[in-house]
């Protein structure tokens, strides 16, 4: 199969002015920074909310709706089984929506009239948490605008190079670091202020980076590719469906539940980890005790490392050997996302009587953060160089149903941390991802290559 030619909306291999790479990816990068510095304050603080604040007696009935959920969707759960449920089912149906909202892109809207109606959403969610009553319209907010932004953003990542230009790898290395440089910003500042002046300025600082970064997005429209609104066709439009790409489909589709799987453990962090550590942890140093949302701060800082230092790794491996392809990494991403969860099984059954230290956590969050550099850039350029062009968001949007799936497994699996010994509890997510391991592992010897026509190196 021809891949088809670069298109003149597409940057040319000279422009290098963003690191060596278009100038577009520098405004994209910096736009899904500010979005995911929301996201992720929204993601720290929401089940330590909720446990220590929302859901208590007292309040809970002050919440529209939530009796009726609470009853009829979450089995009438309560306090932290109950927490670990709505947080699983609202960061489902986060990365659930993606998929319409590149659908709404690709045949209604474009990429970037989409794009900006999700940030707007976003905004509207999280300065509706101010509100104690709106939790629900809120998180409600939040899923939709996520829905419209998030697979657009880096579909149009994806668009500012050719088909055969090597710097698209690379490009969604930046876009991730610039992600996990949020991460680590997030939890300071809106988990510092969530935490210790009041919920809700943590809330509403997510909201206002939110509306920084479509201001940002907005300035950049110069240097993004040409829009392809339905009913006008643009300058060198995406083209139609080519031999193959029904069989690629294929193989991204078999490829999201295997991920899913994959990536539970790193899920949970953000939930029964969360109270886990706030319960067990040994946060406390010189009389300070620290907010349990630094968690995610120490995660988010080794994320980010590792990211430069496994893309530096390889880059100085592919020198005088051969450099694994997109499966060969995201094998050795499962076997180091396995290693992680072994630590927390250690940290657990170590205990005794007294608090844990943060040694073996922080083994965790190191083993558990290789393990991530080497899955999520790598196979998110793999979708973006299969997706077919005339559905390339809606197929971005499929990606994150494996995020939708693993999510939807964390709000069950996180509200079994009080029924189980934690030992088991920590087990069962490295049993997670000892089934991905194997399941990559057999795709990539059996059905890649019957699947994908060639073989898709890095």
């Not at 496994?310 to 020198?319: C, D, L, S, T």
Request: net charge positive; charged share 10%.
């Amino acid at each position: 199969m021809t891949a088809p030619e670069a298109t003149p909306e597409l940057a040319p291999p000279h422009d290098r002015a963003f690191l060596g790479h278009p100038k577009g990816l520098g405004y994209l990068s910096l736009t899904e920074g500010c979005e995911r510095f929301s996201y992720y304050s929204m993601q720290t603080l929401l089940v330590l909310y909720m446990v220590k604040y929302l859901l208590l007696p007292e309040r809970m009935a002050g919440v529209a709706g939530l009796e009726t959920l609470r009853t009829t969707l979450w089995g009438g759960l309560t306090g932290q089984p109950l927490a670990s449920a709505i947080f699983g089912t609202y960061t489902a149906l986060v990365y659930m929506t993606p998929i319409a909202g590149g659908f709404i892109a690709d045949v209604w809207l474009g990429r970037r009239r989409t794009l900006v109606l999700g940030g707007a959403v976003m905004a509207l969610g999280h300065f509706l948490m101010a509100f104690e009553g709106s939790f629900l319209i809120a998180l409600l907010a939040l899923i939709v605008g996520v829905g419209l932004f998030k697979g657009n953003i880096a579909s149009q990542v994806g668009e500012l190079y050719g088909p055969n230009d090597l710097r698209r790898a690379m490009a969604f290395q930046i876009f991730y670091t610039a992600i996990n440089a949020s991460v680590i910003i997030a939890p300071l500042v809106s988990g510092t202020l969530g935490e210790k002046v009041g919920w809700h300025w943590g809330f509403g600082a997510a909201g206002v980076v939110m509306v920084l970064g479509l201001l940002v997005y907005l300035k950049a429209a110069p240097w993004l590719p040409a829009d392809q609104v339905p009913g006008r066709k643009a300058a060198g439009a995406r083209g139609g469906w080519l031999p193959g790409d029904g069989a690629r489909v294929a193989a991204i589709v078999i490829l999201v539940p295997v991920m899913a799987c994959a990536m539970i453990t790193n899920q949970e962090i953000f939930n029964a980890y969360l109270v886990w550590a706030d319960r067990a942890f040994q946060l406390t140093f010189f009389g300070v005790t620290l907010p349990t949302s630094f968690m995610i701060t120490i995660d988010a800082a080794f994320s980010f490392s590792m990211l430069v230092a496994v893309a530096a790794f390889w880059q100085w491996w592919g020198k005088t050997r051969r450099e694994p392809d997109e499966l060969g990494k995201m094998i050795i991403g499962a076997a180091f996302s396995i290693l992680g969860g072994l630590c927390l099984v250690v940290a657990a059954a170590t205990q005794g009587s007294g608090k844990i230290g943060l040694f073996w956590p922080a083994m965790f969050h190191l083993l558990n953060s290789i393990g991530f550099a080497h899955m999520l850039p790598v196979s998110l350029a793999l979708f973006s160089r299969l997706a077919p062009k005339p559905i390339e968001g809606t197929v971005i949007g499929i990606y994150y149903l494996a995020f939708f799936a693993a999510n939807a497994l964390v709000g069950k699996i996180g509200g079994l941390l009080d029924a189980m010994p934690v030992t088991r509890f920590w087990l069962l997510h490295v049993g997670c991802a000892t089934l991905a391991f194997v399941a990559f592992a057999l795709f990539r010897m059996v059905l890649a290559k019957r699947l994908m026509g060639s073989p898709v190196t890095a």
